[in-house]
């Protein structure tokens, strides 16, 4: 799934019409922008960020500005355009394609263009009413063997050119815009709802860096329960993980039935990934409710349901919307942070941020 995603994120635009820099265009504040594009990106070790106009003409209604994001950490580095509309204040960050420009309707240019790019067939679906700026919503939808799963952009109001970008405001805090766009109100919540410091984990249980994170972060988030307003989505990265869904399905349906045993399984399957795949997830997840008295009667039709599994991909479809397609990722206190190769760099900020040492 991440590399599908990083397909479709490395088509940079190679066809903009030449134009005058904008550099000095009244009302722009670079200044502004810049601190936007720092909260936006990930939060990286001796990271240095660059934001330049683009001498060139993109999407209609908006300046654009090429985004880079250097970081000790590879893995951490990106570059991305930014959008930015000055009679509006929308911002966009992410990656911008040019459409093929033939007479067909943008729907069908855009079936083409995805189809060819997964090599599946791909149903697209453009918003019939504008956003600002003239931007119309998009979803291309393909099948999987969990259901539909889509990914979301926008089509600018020329409709040239498709953004598969993060949407926002430049007054107002990405973090809170990143929380609304992925659902935060859906998390599992523990510690304190009023607590200073606010950590949201997105991850995966069969990921194998996820473990380690967990054994790494668990100790430090039940030592700071009262100052701390932890909360967790599922992320399974379906089509690397072939019980990821699974394990995430048991998740939502303990929660629902048996919500004082969440965190007991949580902390259960992150302890047992090696030993989970040699039978069915059905059977491991059984086991675990009885030996924990869950009623196995009240959580089978849930772990069934079409209506949750398709929660589950819509989850994963809102995280890869907003460019997290990586796990575990951390938001602490409404920045990103990629947990890297060893994870130090993450666990001292998390711990820089409940007021340890």
């Known amino acids: 799934m991440k590399k599908i995603v990083l397909s479709l994120a490395a088509l940079l635009v190679s066809a903009m019409v030449s134009a005058s820099s904008f550099a000095a265009t009244p009302g722009v504040d670079l200044a502004a922008i810049k601190a936007y594009a720092k909260k936006a990106l990930a939060k990286c070790p001796d990271s240095i960020l660059t934001v330049d106009p683009v001498a060139q003409q993109g999407p209609a ?10 970081s000790t950490d590879e893995n951490c580095s990106t570059r991305k355009y930014l959008l930015y509309s000055p009679l509006t204040q929308q911002v966009l960050i992410g ?41 119309r919503t998009v979803s291309l939808t393909r099948g999987t063997e969990y259901g539909p799963f889509s990914y979301h952009g926008y089509i600018d109001a020329s409709e040239r ?41 997105l991850s995966d249980f069969e990921c194998p860096t996820c473990g380690r994170a967990h054994k790494l972060v668990e100790p430090i988030i039940a030592k700071h329960l009262s100052t701390v307003d932890y909360k967790r989505l599922d992320l399974p990265l379906f089509e690397h993980h072939e019980w990821s869904v699974f394990a995430a399905l048991g998740a939502h349906a303990i929660q629902k039935v048996a919500p004082s045993k ?5 902390n259960f399957v992150f ?18 409710c009885e030996d924990h008295d869950i009623p196995w009667a009240k959580i089978q039709p849930l772990y069934r349901s079409n209506a949750e599994r398709q929660a589950i991909m819509d989850q994963v479809s809102r995280a890869f919307d907003n460019g997290i397609n990586s796990t575990p990722t951390y938001i602490v206190n409404g920045q990103i942070m990629g947990f890297g190769r060893e994870g130090s760099f993450v666990i001292g900020e998390i711990k820089k941020a409940v007021g340890e040492k």
């Open 61 to 70: 209604n908006f300046l654009v500005y090429e985004v880079n994001l250097k």
């Open 95 to 135: 990656t911008v394609f040019l459409l093929p420009q033939d007479a067909r309707p943008v729907a069908a240019r855009l079936e083409e263009q995805a189809s060819g790019l997964l090599k599946e067939r791909v149903t697209a679906s453009v918003g019939a009413f504008p956003l600002p700026d003239g931007l």
């Open 161 to 201: 050119f498709m953004l598969v970008a993060t949407r926002g405001n430049l007054r107002t805090d990405p973090g809170t815009t990143l929380k609304e766009a992925l659902g935060v109100a859906n998390a599992v919540h523990r510690g304190s709802a009023k607590g200073k410091t606010e950590i949201i984990e």
């Open 262 to 266: 969440y965190w007991d399984y949580v």
């Open 271 to 288: 302890a047992n990934q090696e030993t989970i795949g040699k039978q069915s997830f059905d059977k491991t997840l059984q086991n675990f």
